[in-house]
C-alpha cells in the first residue's frame, strides 16, 4: 500500500515563499502521477497542481499557475511543490497526492495525511 508523507507546511508572510515535499513510501508509484490538492478552511477540497510519471505534463488551477511549480524526482518516488508570492487566500491543509489519474479533478488513489500551510501577517 502506498504511503504519502508531506512535510515542508507552516507560517509565512504574504508574499513570502515555501516549499512543499512528498515522498512515497510502502508501494510503488512507477508510472502514475502526483500532484497537490489543498483544502481551506470551510471550503471544499480543491485541485492546485499534478505532474505526470514522466514528469513531461503538468496541470495547474489557474489562481496559483504563475505563482507555484510542480516538480518530481521519480527516482525517489518525491514530489514537490514549489510556492511563491503567497497569499492568505492559499493558507489551507496541502495533501500530496498519487495515482494513475492525471487532470484537474480530485479522482487520484492515493493521499497523504496533509501539511498545513498559514499565510498571514
Known amino acids: 500500500q502506498v504511503q504519502l508523507v508531506e512535510s515542508g507546511g507552516g507560517l509565512v508572510q504574504p508574499g513570502g515563499s515555501l516549499r512543499l515535499s512528498c515522498v512515497a513510501s510502502g508501494g510503488s508509484v512507477s508510472g502514475y502521477a502526483m500532484g497537490w490538492i489543498r483544502q481551506a478552511p470551510g471550503k471544499e477540497r480543491e485541485f492546485v497542481a499534478a505532474i505526470s510519471w514522466s514528469g513531461g505534463s503538468t496541470f495547474y488551477a489557474g489562481s496559483v499557475k504563475d505563482r507555484l511549480t510542480v516538480s518530481r524526482d521519480s527516482a525517489m518516488s518525491a514530489v514537490y511543490l514549489e510556492m511563491n508570492s503567497l497569499e492568505p487566500e492559499d493558507t489551507a491543509v496541502y495533501y500530496c497526492?498519487?495515482?494513475?489519474?492525471?487532470?484537474?479533478?480530485?479522482?487520484?488513489?492515493?493521499w497523504g495525511q496533509g501539511t498545513q500551510v498559514t499565510v498571514s501577517s
Open positions: 497526492v498519487a495515482g494513475e489519474y492525471l487532470g484537474y479533478g480530485l479522482n487520484y488513489c492515493y
